[in-house]
């Protein structure tokens, strides 16, 4: 398998190469240069398997030969052995053809899990196989954080620093990062927003000598690898409501685009996919996209679901460059041209391939706290929020010849506050983080300046002997 840049200007790479690479030298993002194809016989062929059996076929189409298909099983069954379900990602019914996919039953309580444990292996495997060290720069709003954080907790291969949104994530979430006190990983509250922690990361990459110095590396989505390891649960629900021979649609609570952008890939490689609902809070430049053409950047406010308090989508960039038909070129001036105006200028031609495949809406926080509320009486399903405006979304594309399918992307004690207000009621953390407001908390603040973050970098490198 070989990887090209969005953008056109960095070298093509192998799966592992791109895997530590993270994001592409010329800022762009990798994708693969063409698509594997699975055929409606070998579809078949996987129904029936387990999530970790199913997991290593998918994402051996991305990989390729350099990492076997049995290293990948036995790398998969690793992966999601501490998942507290046997069905890993279960397929629960809501309603008559309207289902949840609940993705939260890693160790972190979030569908970051679900790549970021299989990250970890990857990583593992690639590294001690030649020998390397690297520095993992990561961005969270809150869960990819935790995720990445659980993953690569002591490992002698690379260190880990996290960024995340000064007061803006959950008190759960928080914790759940700055309570890892490994030597290994640095937790970094940026006074910002995630979109600052973002751009902090992308210039921390753009920072040639910064870069090779600290042989960096990503776990964020703009990383392939992530979203290679986030589309076999698309591929498992499909499986299990009839695909190849009849379709399924999605509904994705979204922020920085990399989970819709898995099931998009489903798609991409054969899987019989209808509808890409895209779900987003009162942040909504990508419904107000979907809906007039209008991607501006109007800022970011705090939300019941804070994960998605993002305006700047990365993963939309290899949408883009699809849509464009991989014209590298125009790719990489619109992506300029929208940082420097805050506006993106979508081509209608393109603007109408984008609406043919993906729908959205965005709901209010009193929206939000509704469904949340409606959903525990009338079903007894409770919902995070996140999880919850997926499921509102839903509501509105779901049509009755073709099962609906929202991602559920959060435990709902990730978000006590929101569902207290909402139901009343406080759900209890699972036992294994039963005394996380009890665990010492380690985390400096720092102003989204480049200069101080790459100090902290490096000086937590130094630190572990790199
Ligand atoms: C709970 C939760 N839901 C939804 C999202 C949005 O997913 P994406 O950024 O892949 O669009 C995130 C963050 O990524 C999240 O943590
Ligand atoms: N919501 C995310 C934001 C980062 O998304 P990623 O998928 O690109 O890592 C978070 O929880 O951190």
Redesign the pocket.
């Given at each position: 398998m070989r990887y090209v840049s969005t953008r056109g200007q960095a070298p093509v790479l192998n799966f592992s190469n791109t895997l530590l690479a993270g994001l592409a030298q010329d800022g762009g993002l990798y994708i693969p240069e063409t698509w594997p194809q699975i055929s409606a016989d070998e579809l078949r062929k996987m129904r029936g398997l387990s999530y970790p059996e199913l997991a290593a076929k998918i994402v051996h189409l991305f990989t390729g030969n350099e990492i076997p298909e049995a290293v990948l099983l036995d790398l998969c069954h690793k992966s999601y052995a501490g998942f507290n379900h046997k069905a890993i990602v279960p397929l629960i019914q809501l309603d008559h053809n309207l289902f949840v996919q609940e993705l939260f039953h890693g160790p972190t309580l979030?569908f970051?899990d679900m790549a970021m444990q299989l990250l970890g292996h990857l990583f593992d495997y690639v590294l001690s196989q030649r020998g390397e060290k690297i520095t993992i720069v990561?961005?969270?709003?809150?869960?990819?954080?935790s995720a990445a954080i659980e993953a690569f907790k002591g490992s002698t291969n690379l260190t880990v620093t996290i960024l995340h949104p000064y007061g803006r994530t959950s008190e759960v979430q928080r914790r759940q990062m700055t309570t890892v006190l490994e030597p290994n990983i640095n937790n970094i509250a940026v006074e910002g927003s995630?979109d600052d922690c973002q751009d902090l990361v992308k210039a921390m990459f753009a920072d040639v000598p910064f870069r090779e110095e600290m042989q960096l590396s990503a776990v964020?989505?703009?990383n392939w690898g992530?979203i290679a390891a986030q589309v076999p649960y698309y591929v498992y629900a499909a499986l299990l409501l009839g695909a190849p021979d009849r379709e399924v649609s999605f509904t994705v609570p979204t922020?920085?685009f990399?989970?819709i952008l898995a099931a998009w890939t489903a798609r991409k490689i054969g899987v019989p996919i209808n509808l890409l609902c895209v779900g987003s809070n009162h942040n909504d430049i990508l419904t107000r996209f979907l809906l007039n053409n209008d991607m501006s950047i109007q800022g970011v406010r705090p939300s019941l679901s804070p994960?998605?308090d993002?305006q700047i989508s990365?993963n939309f960039e290899r949408l883009l460059f699809e849509l464009l038909d991989r014209d590298a070129d125009q790719c990489r001036q619109i992506m300029q041209d929208f940082r420097q105006n805050n506006k993106m200028d979508i081509p209608a031609t393109i603007w109408n391939k984008a609406t043919a495949n993906f729908k959205g809406v965005a709901l209010s926080d009193q929206e939000t706290e509704k469904v949340i509320q409606q959903y525990y009486k009338e079903s007894a399903y409770l919902a995070d929020p996140h999880t919850a405006i997926g499921i509102a979304t839903a509501q509105k594309y779901r049509n009755k010849d073709i099962p609906m399918v929202t991602v559920a992307t959060a435990h709902p004690a990730k978000f006590p506050d929101a569902i207290k207000q909402a139901t009343g009621i406080t759900p209890a953390l699972p036992l294994a983080l039963a005394d996380l407001y009890d665990r010492k908390e380690n985390y400096q603040v720092l102003p989204a300046d480049l200069k101080k973050i790459e100090d902290s970098v490096r000086a937590t490198a130094r630190k572990n002997n790199f």
């Amino acid at each position: 398998m070989r990887y090209v840049s969005t953008r056109g200007q960095a070298p093509v790479l192998n799966f592992s190469n791109t895997l530590l690479a993270g994001l592409a030298q010329d800022g762009g993002l990798y994708i693969p240069e063409t698509w594997p194809q699975i055929s409606a016989d070998e579809l078949r062929k996987m129904r029936g398997l387990s999530y970790p059996e199913l997991a290593a076929k998918i994402v051996h189409l991305f990989t390729g030969n350099e990492i076997p298909e049995a290293v990948l099983l036995d790398l998969c069954h690793k992966s999601y052995a501490g998942f507290n379900h046997k069905a890993i990602v279960p397929l629960i019914q809501l309603d008559h053809n309207l289902f949840v996919q609940e993705l939260f039953h890693g160790p972190t309580l979030a569908f970051k899990d679900m790549a970021m444990q299989l990250l970890g292996h990857l990583f593992d495997y690639v590294l001690s196989q030649r020998g390397e060290k690297i520095t993992i720069v990561g961005a969270t709003s809150g869960d990819t954080g935790s995720a990445a954080i659980e993953a690569f907790k002591g490992s002698t291969n690379l260190t880990v620093t996290i960024l995340h949104p000064y007061g803006r994530t959950s008190e759960v979430q928080r914790r759940q990062m700055t309570t890892v006190l490994e030597p290994n990983i640095n937790n970094i509250a940026v006074e910002g927003s995630f979109d600052d922690c973002q751009d902090l990361v992308k210039a921390m990459f753009a920072d040639v000598p910064f870069r090779e110095e600290m042989q960096l590396s990503a776990v964020n989505s703009i990383n392939w690898g992530r979203i290679a390891a986030q589309v076999p649960y698309y591929v498992y629900a499909a499986l299990l409501l009839g695909a190849p021979d009849r379709e399924v649609s999605f509904t994705v609570p979204t922020g920085n685009f990399g989970n819709i952008l898995a099931a998009w890939t489903a798609r991409k490689i054969g899987v019989p996919i209808n509808l890409l609902c895209v779900g987003s809070n009162h942040n909504d430049i990508l419904t107000r996209f979907l809906l007039n053409n209008d991607m501006s950047i109007q800022g970011v406010r705090p939300s019941l679901s804070p994960s998605m308090d993002i305006q700047i989508s990365s993963n939309f960039e290899r949408l883009l460059f699809e849509l464009l038909d991989r014209d590298a070129d125009q790719c990489r001036q619109i992506m300029q041209d929208f940082r420097q105006n805050n506006k993106m200028d979508i081509p209608a031609t393109i603007w109408n391939k984008a609406t043919a495949n993906f729908k959205g809406v965005a709901l209010s926080d009193q929206e939000t706290e509704k469904v949340i509320q409606q959903y525990y009486k009338e079903s007894a399903y409770l919902a995070d929020p996140h999880t919850a405006i997926g499921i509102a979304t839903a509501q509105k594309y779901r049509n009755k010849d073709i099962p609906m399918v929202t991602v559920a992307t959060a435990h709902p004690a990730k978000f006590p506050d929101a569902i207290k207000q909402a139901t009343g009621i406080t759900p209890a953390l699972p036992l294994a983080l039963a005394d996380l407001y009890d665990r010492k908390e380690n985390y400096q603040v720092l102003p989204a300046d480049l200069k101080k973050i790459e100090d902290s970098v490096r000086a937590t490198a130094r630190k572990n002997n790199f």
